[in-house]
């Protein structure tokens, strides 16, 4: 498969893990490997003391490249904040931008969401941000320097699989960064539709973490993105009304 | 003087640094963050940066999530 660049970085592998929901980090830790990931979401959040052992220590073994995100941002100014402090904390300018309208349906804020964009780019940040399908804002953000932009197939965690391929064809047919397609993926056939639509990665955590075996679910997502990207670059048939005979009709 | 670390109110020396202030918390100090009432405290300007009174002191790590 042919390596996904993001900001100039390569990945030879094109499923983009989160790191939520595992029930330990010896579970996470088996579902990563299994996946092939080498790119991996953490949050930000409050140092609890009594924590024993750390998701860093978990992707520093693995050599897995770390995305902070800003989970838990409802505003453009604490989005902000949470990537400077993942900047100083971890290291890396990367950020996921994530910035949500309300807590029952997590959806992606867009107007906090391009003002913390177009504040973090000025700030020398990759920004990869997670946004609704609308195309018009995917295009905005690309003009306002986001590395790439990350529509979501449904909201986060409810495993519906993509609601609106129309609209993720048409982001990928505008894009001239890459698109991830990231929520919403329930199975493995979920992140194949992704990849057969034209992204150019897929992201989620949810789907493997809460599978009831998260490392077999995250080898048949690494499959499936795989299989899909293949089959997007063979080019599929089209679609027929009727029968069309693929043995000569006559005897 | 009295300052809020994490969100707790916690009764501390005059003069008290953001590196005592972390110190507090956790002996380590690879992906941990700071930030002092809204502002991120680099790494460099912990032992230098006393607190005051009132001030409003984050300190934050990576946990799963994503």
């Not at chain 1, 402090?85 to 910035?99: D, H, Q, Y």
């Not at chain 1, 955590?205 to 997007?232: C, E, H, W």
């Not at chain 2, 918390?25 to 005051?52: H, K």
Request: aromatic share 2%.
């Amino acid at each position: 498969m042919d390596d996904l660049i993001i900001a100039g970085e390569k990945f030879s592998s094109r499923l983009i893990m989160g790191t939520g929901g595992a029930p330990s980090l010896e579970v996470l830790d088996q579902a990563l490997a299994a996946s092939g990931t080498e790119l991996t979401t953490v949050a930000m959040r409050r140092l609890d003391p009594r924590s024993r052992g750390s998701v860093l220590d978990v992707l520093r073994e693995r050599d897995i490249k770390v995305l902070p995100n800003t989970a838990g941002c409802f505003t453009a100014g604490d989005a902000v904040l949470t990537a400077r402090l993942a900047r100083e904390a971890l290291g890396t300018n990367w950020v996921k931008l994530e910035v949500i309208a309300d807590e029952r349906t997590l959806l992606p804020d867009p107007i906090e969401t391009f003002d913390a964009a177009e504040r973090l780019v000025a700030d020398g940040f990759v920004v990869l941000p997670y946004i609704g399908d609308d195309p018009a804002l995917a295009r905005r953000l690309e003009q306002a320097g986001c590395a790439a932009v990350m529509p979501l197939g449904a909201p986060i965690g409810s495993g519906l699989g993509i609601r609106n391929p129309h609209n993720i064809e048409l982001i990928v047919e505008a894009a001239s960064v890459p698109v991830i397609l990231d929520a919403g993926i329930g199975t493995a056939s979920d992140a194949a539709l992704a990849m057969e639509l034209g992204c150019d990665a897929v992201l989620l955590a949810t789907a493997v973490t809460r599978a009831q075996r998260p490392d077999v679910m995250a080898s048949a997502m690494k499959a499936a993105v795989t299989a899909g990207r293949l089959a997007r670059q063979a080019g599929r048939i089209p679609r027929r009304r009727y029968a069309e005979a693929s043995s000569p009709m006559t005897p | 003087m009295m300052v809020q670390i994490n969100g707790a109110t916690h009764e501390v020396a005059d003069g008290t640094t953001v590196a005592q202030a972390v110190r507090a918390l956790t002996a380590t100090t690879t992906g941990v963050a700071v930030a002092v009432n809204d502002e991120v405290v680099t790494r460099g300007a912990w032992e230098t940066t006393a607190l005051r009174e009132r001030d409003r002191v984050e300190v934050l790590t990576a946990v799963q999530g994503g």
